[in-house]
Each structure stands twice: as structure tokens, then as C-alpha cells.
């Protein structure tokens, strides 16, 4: 994939990332007892990203990855226009 797909690859998941984090936080799922935990994997993982998309394995990565996060928070069916 060329570097400029990926970049774009990259961005579309880092937000996607974040959506759920903002939604963890706001429902309660993360509180104060594990958000710095929870906001130091995010933060590792959306400032690698870019990196991390070079895996052949990524999409299948990200993608396992929002399922778990659209399981636990069931995000897409609250907002279907987001949905995976």
C-alpha cells in the first residue's frame, strides 16, 4: 500500500481509536481508578500508529481490535453511521 493510503489508513483508525476512548470515559467504563492505564495505551497506540499500519497484519489487527471495543461499548448501534 502506498504511503500516502496508509497515512490515510493511519488517521480513519486513530480516530476511531479515540471515539471509543471518549466513549469509555463518558459512560463510566474507564473511571478514575484505570484511566491513566487506559489513556497511556491509547496515547501509545494512536502516537505509533502511523508506524504500526507499515504490518501486513494491521487491518485485520485494528479491525479485531474496534470489534472488541464496539462489543464491550456497542457504539455502532449508537451510532450507525459509524458502525464496523
Same mark, same amino acid.
Not at 495505551?41 to 499500519?53: E, G, P, S
Not at 497484519?57 to 456497542?74: G, I, K, V
Given at each position: 500500500m502506498d504511503p500516502e493510503k496508509r497515512r490515510a489508513l493511519s488517521d480513519f483508525y486513530r480516530e476511531e481509536f479515540l471515539r471509543y %476512548? &471518549?466513549?469509555?470515559?463518558?459512560?463510566?467504563?474507564?473511571?478514575? !481508578?484505570? !484511566?491513566?492505564a487506559v489513556s497511556d =495505551?491509547?496515547?501509545? /497506540?494512536?502516537?505509533? %500508529?502511523? !508506524?504500526?499500519?507499515w504490518r501486513a497484519?494491521?487491518? =485485520? /489487527? =485494528?479491525?479485531? /481490535? %474496534? &470489534?472488541?471495543?464496539?462489543? /464491550?461499548? !456497542?457504539l455502532s448501534t449508537l451510532d450507525p453511521r459509524q458502525g464496523h
Open positions: %476512548l &471518549q466513549h469509555l470515559q463518558s459512560t463510566g467504563i474507564v473511571s478514575d !481508578r484505570n !484511566r491513566d =495505551a491509547c496515547r501509545w /497506540l494512536t502516537q505509533d %500508529l502511523d !508506524r504500526v499500519c497484519d494491521f487491518p =485485520a /489487527l =485494528a479491525e479485531t /481490535l %474496534l &470489534q472488541s471495543f464496539d462489543t /464491550l461499548t !456497542r
